[in-house]
């Protein structure tokens, strides 16, 4: 892997998404519409006296134009040929390139050692995430990437005003950790966390990351999407009196930030030969004594796959991962039935049988 084979994954990931926004934008102006498999397209939209035609959406109805307040007539009509063999071109176009980021993407241990074991995380989202969030420029530092992101929570004083985010403060003194939470430096106030305001970030990876990849994650229903579940019911159960977006919201950023710390600790494995136990030093910075004494840390790489694989070669890419990152079985699994993640349903050795799941 070199740094042209970044900058052609990264342009190839915004050649993608142009084509993207270019066909969803087209395809929503001729009605185009899956049905069992099979593209169908119905354009509709109203037309008043004044000739304003504006479109409609899908069982969408409306009396009046929008413009003038003049009634309108409801027309729906079939695209011509032409514009769909263009819509047609754009979604080959797009096959064209997902196949050449497939490619690409196998450069990458990132990919290969760790996403592509995990199901809702395919060959785009898993190069996605590389262009978006490459570890080494970030110095491996997960704090680093979260401020860049917009994920960091800023934790304040509801008394003096200080503030902690990201491992920064309002007056240069760190959040002090207990088991209650981060305490206040001057009073001992417990902090109270929200998100962070008046600070700037990348808009485009924080949509990314907590509502693309994570619709993913949780359509696949894989082990993230378990993980999420399990930690809605924590949550709710901690703060009885938060509503569910702001629990899922929360399970969410939670899952996404555990998936990162992970990707942050193999992809330094990989690229600077440091073992996992100590990547996570570098990755988690100056808290890590304080999270990995926390019972939702795990050392291993958290997969859909230490035993339900999808073919004999996926199975044998996997054994071989397992043994160069040192990964413990054991460690896992116990992880797994603490979060109630899969019904185990027998032990044999070091694996354990586990609920089937869908593939991502």
Known sequence: ??????????????????LTKLRVAFGNRIGAKK???????????????????ILLKEDE????????????KIVEETPSNHLIERFMELLRQQETVKGLI???????????????????????????LIVYAYPPRFQYNINKFRKYAGLAVMFTCPKCGYYYYSGESSN?????????????????????????????????????????LASNLMLASGVYAKIIKS????????????????????????????????????????????????AYKVVLGKEYEVIRKHEDFVVSPITDYYVDTKTIKYKA????????????????????????????????GAEVSLRKVGDG
């Not at 084979?5 to 142009?18: P, Q, R």
């Not at 109203?46 to 304003?52: L, P, Q």
């Open 1 to 18: 892997m070199s740094e042209a084979d970044l900058i052609y994954l990264k342009d190839l990931v915004a050649f993608w998404d142009d």
């Open 35 to 53: 049905e069992n498999s099979n593209w169908v397209f119905r354009r509709r939209y109203t037309i008043c006296k004044n000739d304003h035609m």
């Open 61 to 72: 109805n409306r009396d009046k134009c929008p413009l003038c307040g003049e009634p309108v």
């Open 102 to 128: 497939g490619d690409a993407v196998t450069k990458f241990p990132e990919f290969t050692k760790f996403l592509t074991f995990i199901r809702g995380i395919g060959a785009v989202n898993g190069a996605r």
């Open 172 to 212: 240069g003194k760190p959040a002090v950790p207990s088991k209650e939470g981060w305490l206040c430096p001057n009073d001992g106030t417990k902090l109270i966390g929200t998100s962070a305001k008046n600070v700037k970030y990348n808009r485009t990876v924080k949509t990314f990351l907590l509502g693309i």
């Open 231 to 278: 930690f809605k019911e924590e949550i709710a159960v901690k703060h009885p009196d938060w509503s569910k977006l702001r629990v899922q919201r929360t399970a969410i950023r939670k899952a996404i930030s555990l998936l990162l710390s992970q990707y942050f600790a193999v992809s330094m494995h990989y690229h600077e030969g440091v073992p996992l136990t100590e």
């Open 317 to 348: 890419m996997f054994e071989k991962t397992i043994e160069e990152l040192g990964i413990d079985r054991d460690e896992v699994t116990t992880w797994l039935k603490k979060k109630k993640i899969f019904n185990f349903t027998g032990v044999k």
